[in-house]
């Protein structure tokens, strides 16, 4: 069974650091490309990054290229997001999100979530 | 960069048939799929590749995509399709993603 399950959000003040974590049992984890997708209290879905299966290739958004850093680590099954220089925009609900690999490129599985909240 | 546009709400009648819209430039030569999402919970794939279901997903939801308009149908519509739905495409090697439209079933 396919499992997503984030974890590391928290309370943090603004220019402070945090890392987010994804283990990711239950199915091949190093064949698929990994996202970070968040959402703010009451908006909508924004990606953030974007990591391919071996971790030689990674995206970001504008917003937050240059602060935060997206990894993987296939012996242990799990995704990171390093997030430094914090804005209180930053604050949002940040999912770990599995990307099809069947030859089309949904976004298949999503984990729960975990909370960032950028205090000022 | 690229832009989609929802309608921030739509309401439709237990039991009738619910659209929901999403518009971008020449979005009918991109796949597009389409997210579901009940209060409290993480998104959910409900359609992909324009009109295909995910297992487990009611043959009630069904999808279209041409020219400038991408199209979510839920038919039979029920109280517990009352959710926010997001459309999603790639762009040049970069997720977009709709504003979301909220469906209340009346």
């Known amino acids: 069974e396919v499992q997503l399950v984030e974890s590391g959000g928290g309370l943090v003040e603004r220019g402070g650091s945090l890392r987010l974590s994804c283990a990711a049992p239950g199915f091949t984890f190093s064949v698929y490309w990994m996202h970070w997708v968040r959402q703010a209290p009451g908006k909508g879905l924004v990606w953030v990054s974007s990591i391919n299966g071996d971790g030689s290739s990674t995206r970001y958004a504008d917003s937050v290229e240059g602060r935060f850093t997206i990894s993987r680590d296939n012996a242990k099954n799990s995704l990171h997001l390093q997030m430094n220089s914090l804005r209180v925009e930053d604050t949002a609900v940040y999912y770990c999100v599995r990307q099809d690999n069947s030859g089309w490129d949904e976004f298949d599985f999503w984990g729960q979530g975990t909370l960032v909240t950028v205090s000022s | 960069s690229y832009e989609l546009t929802q309608p921030l709400s739509v309401s439709v009648a237990l039991g009738q048939t619910a659209t929901i819209t999403c518009a971008g430039n020449n979005i009918g030569r991109k796949d597009v799929h389409w997210y579901q999402q009940k209060p409290g919970q993480a998104p959910i794939l409900v359609i992909y590749r324009d009109s295909d279901r995910p297992s487990g997903i009611p043959e009630r939801f069904s999808g279209s995509n041409s020219w400038n308009t991408a199209t979510l149908v839920i038919s039979s519509a029920q109280a517990g399709d009352e959710a926010d739905y997001y459309c999603?495409?790639?762009?040049?090697?970069?997720?977009?993603f709709g504003g979301g439209t909220k469906l209340t079933v009346l």
């Open positions: 999603h495409v790639w762009d040049t090697n970069t997720v977009v």
